[in-house]
């Protein structure tokens, strides 16, 4: 009996201080709150696959619309969700130094190959490196890759030119073959063709990666729900079998330019010579324009001219992984998304490739990097799918300095974010809310004409972060989607076939943006198209 009423006791004291007592972490400090429930927080309907985590934080902001913070709960762990522009400013911005880090999604102990990226280093060791990889990212290193990105879409595109009628394609495995490719002789120089080869080491490793479905979602939350469990059970956000690949092909690479004196403009070879300290920063053309989502280096870094840190080839094979892994799942999303789109939108379809037609006329059916950039209603089109639908739903921030939120409204009183506190800016939804964008569950592209555009605020569009932190490589990915979906287009029309679900259906077993349909559509050649 003693044993019974002592272990009775013990479970009642471990449920009341392990599961109940962080649940109240917000009522305790006064801040109003999402009802969290003990274990999951506000993340069981995601756990459970009721809804996405994009619709849970969606349906969040609106419940405090009329608060410009409130609190949320990633099962056991407190966040701050920030959807005040002004404040996001502050806290992205002007104050900076107060949220340089981001949190960790796994314990560094656990996987430090994963925290030696630039997404996961932190204050000094984050500076150094971007300081070292700001230069592979300007306007003129895209402009000497992309012949080797046009090259790859152009193969993709004219892989279904023989074929007659409409042919029905899944387009995630067309876009992902695309993107395999593409980032593999950008970043390698490696020549790889995933519609005939379709096994291909390259493209099966980028699939390991991405593969979020079930169990395997624990590595974007496992230190919220247990530091312990993630180490017991050893799970690492970048498996050992990827990582020992681009280990290996990183160190081949190197080896054989060294050995026969190649040169090509890739990333291997821009951080090559950063690594020999011959790579400087250079200031783009003040009339070159890379796209209203494009994003300039932040002066905390292009300003910065103190001698960079030594970088091994330990560094640049995790930093190239970082590269393909951040762009790998983005390029594809994004140009899924436009996709459907473009044939739930028959007619911003049709404006797009009279534009394409007339730009490929005027360089005579020889693109180029400024013919592309130049192109206003591509750009429009691109900059409204990334509006509507974001590869990052959520920006997460820690707070490494205290940092003090003055009232502003009359139910606010003085809150200090502490060291250690995460901050969350739900981008997704600021991009859905109607005070910043008119209508905003329509896809419609004039929002980013001339005439519009000037009167969006640039911290309400957010698709590549914001801030010295906002995603590096987002001129490459930029023109990876402008590049793909120019190449499609101009051979074909999408139509919708009879495997095509209109409405879009968001899949909810897995945290990345995925249809819940698959992306069935069909090809149809174009009768006056330019090829």
Same mark, same amino acid.
């Given at each position: 009996? =003693?044993?019974?009423?002592?272990?009775?006791?013990?479970?009642?004291?471990?449920?009341?201080?392990?599961?109940?007592?962080?649940?109240?972490?917000?009522?305790?400090?006064?801040?109003?709150?999402?009802?969290?429930?003990? #274990?999951?927080?506000?993340?069981?309907?995601?756990?459970?696959?009721?809804?996405?985590?994009?619709? #849970?934080?969606?349906?969040?902001?609106?419940? =405090?619309?009329?608060?410009?913070?409130?609190?949320?709960?990633?099962?056991?762990?407190?966040? $701050?969700?920030?959807?005040?522009?002004?404040? #996001?400013?502050? #806290?992205?911005?002007?104050? *900076?130094?107060?949220?340089?880090?981001?949190?960790?999604?796994? @314990?560094?102990?656990?996987?430090?190959?994963?925290?030696? &990226?630039?997404?996961?280093?932190?204050?000094?060791?984050?500076?150094?490196?971007?300081?070292?990889?700001? !230069?592979?990212?300007?306007?003129?290193?895209?402009?000497?890759?992309?012949? +080797?990105?046009?090259?790859?879409?152009?193969?993709?595109?004219?892989?279904?030119?023989?074929?007659?009628?409409?042919?029905?394609?899944?387009?995630?495995?067309?876009?992902?073959? *695309?993107?395999?490719?593409?980032?593999?002789?950008? $970043?390698?120089?490696?020549?790889?063709?995933?519609?005939?080869?379709?096994?291909?080491?390259?493209?099966?490793?980028?699939?390991?990666? =991405?593969?979020? %479905?079930?169990?395997?979602?624990?590595?974007? *939350?496992?230190?919220?729900?247990?530091?312990?469990?993630?180490?017991?059970?050893?799970?690492?956000?970048?498996?050992?079998?990827?990582?020992?690949?681009?280990?290996?092909? &990183?160190?081949?690479?190197?080896?054989?330019?060294?050995?026969?004196?190649?040169?090509?403009?890739?990333?291997?070879?821009?951080?090559?010579?950063?690594?020999?300290?011959?790579?400087?920063?250079?200031?783009?053309?003040?009339?070159?324009?890379?796209?209203?989502?494009?994003?300039?280096?932040?002066?905390?870094?292009?300003?910065?001219?103190?001698?960079?840190?030594?970088?091994?080839?330990?560094?640049?094979? &995790?930093?190239?992984?970082? *590269?393909?892994?951040?762009?790998?799942?983005?390029?594809?999303?994004?140009?899924?998304?436009?996709?459907?789109?473009?044939?739930?939108?028959?007619?911003?379809?049709?404006?797009?490739?009279?534009?394409?037609?007339?730009?490929?006329?005027?360089?005579?059916?020889?693109?180029?990097?400024?013919?592309?950039?130049?192109?206003?209603?591509?750009?429009?089109?691109?900059?409204?799918?990334?509006?509507?639908?974001? !590869?990052?739903?959520?920006?997460?921030?820690?707070?490494?300095? @205290?940092?003090?939120?003055? !009232?502003?409204?009359?139910?606010?009183?003085?809150?200090?974010?502490?060291?250690?506190?995460?901050? $969350?800016?739900?981008?997704?939804?600021?991009?859905?809310?109607?005070?910043?964008?008119?209508?905003?569950?329509? =896809?419609?592209?004039?929002?980013?004409?001339?005439?519009?555009?000037?009167?969006?605020?640039?911290? %309400?569009?957010?698709?590549?972060?914001?801030? !010295?932190?906002?995603?590096?490589?987002?001129?490459?990915? +930029?023109?990876?989607?402008?590049?793909?979906?120019?190449? +499609?287009?101009?051979?074909?029309?999408?139509?919708?076939?009879?495997?095509?679900?209109?409405?879009?259906?968001?899949?909810?077993?897995?945290?990345?943006?995925?249809?819940?349909?698959?992306?069935?559509?069909?090809?149809?050649?174009?009768?006056?198209?330019?090829?």
């Amino acid at each position: 009996m =003693f044993l019974l009423t002592a272990f009775i006791g013990f479970l009642v004291l471990f449920v009341y201080y392990k599961l109940y007592l962080p649940t109240q972490f917000w009522k305790k400090k006064g801040i109003p709150c999402v009802k969290p429930c003990m #274990i999951f927080g506000n993340l069981a309907p995601a756990v459970f696959r009721k809804k996405t985590f994009s619709g #849970i934080i969606l349906e969040s902001c609106k419940q =405090f619309e009329s608060h410009r913070y409130f609190g949320f709960y990633q099962f056991f762990v407190p966040a $701050l969700i920030i959807q005040d522009i002004d404040l #996001i400013k502050q #806290i992205c911005v002007k104050n *900076f130094d107060s949220f340089s880090d981001r949190p960790d999604f796994i @314990p560094k102990s656990v996987d430090p190959f994963w925290k030696k &990226t630039l997404l996961n280093r932190e204050g000094k060791d984050w500076h150094d490196m971007r300081l070292v990889l700001s !230069p592979v990212f300007t306007g003129r290193k895209m402009r000497a890759m992309f012949q +080797l990105m046009y090259e790859c879409s152009q193969k993709l595109a004219g892989h279904f030119a023989g074929e007659h009628g409409t042919i029905t394609v899944e387009m995630r495995d067309l876009f992902t073959r *695309f993107t395999n490719d593409a980032t593999a002789t950008c $970043l390698y120089g490696i020549q790889c063709d995933s519609l005939k080869d379709r096994h291909n080491e390259f493209f099966l490793m980028g699939e390991e990666a =991405f593969d979020f %479905t079930g169990f395997k979602s624990i590595r974007f *939350f496992g230190s919220k729900l247990s530091h312990t469990l993630v180490k017991i059970l050893g799970i690492k956000f970048i498996d050992d079998k990827v990582k020992q690949f681009f280990e290996r092909v &990183t160190k081949e690479t190197i080896e054989y330019r060294q050995r026969t004196g190649l040169v090509r403009p890739d990333m291997i070879q821009f951080l090559t010579e950063a690594q020999k300290g011959r790579l400087e920063y250079e200031e783009d053309d003040k009339n070159e324009h890379s796209g209203f989502a494009a994003i300039e280096e932040s002066d905390v870094i292009r300003s910065d001219r103190t001698k960079r840190m030594p970088i091994t080839d330990e560094d640049i094979a &995790t930093q190239v992984l970082i *590269f393909f892994f951040g762009s790998y799942d983005t390029v594809s999303v994004v140009l899924c998304q436009l996709t459907y789109e473009l044939v739930a939108n028959a007619n911003v379809q049709h404006k797009l490739q009279e534009e394409i037609n007339a730009t490929l006329k005027e360089c005579n059916g020889k693109m180029t990097y400024d013919s592309l950039m130049k192109m206003k209603y591509l750009d429009m089109v691109v900059s409204e799918i990334m509006r509507l639908w974001p !590869p990052a739903t959520v920006l997460f921030r820690q707070c490494v300095k @205290p940092f003090e939120i003055t !009232p502003a409204l009359p139910h606010e009183k003085p809150y200090t974010i502490q060291p250690g506190d995460e901050v $969350l800016i739900p981008s997704y939804a600021i991009h859905r809310n109607p005070q910043y964008y008119a209508n905003p569950d329509k =896809f419609d592209p004039e929002r980013f004409s001339d005439e519009n555009k000037g009167n969006i605020d640039p911290y %309400t569009y957010q698709p590549f972060g914001i801030g !010295p932190r906002h995603c590096i490589g987002n001129r490459f990915a +930029l023109m990876a989607v402008k590049t793909m979906i120019l190449s +499609l287009l101009a051979r074909f029309q999408i139509v919708p076939v009879s495997k095509t679900v209109i409405p879009f259906v968001q899949a909810k077993n897995n945290i990345i943006l995925r249809s819940a349909n698959d992306y069935w559509f069909g090809l149809r050649r174009r009768d006056n198209g330019f090829y």
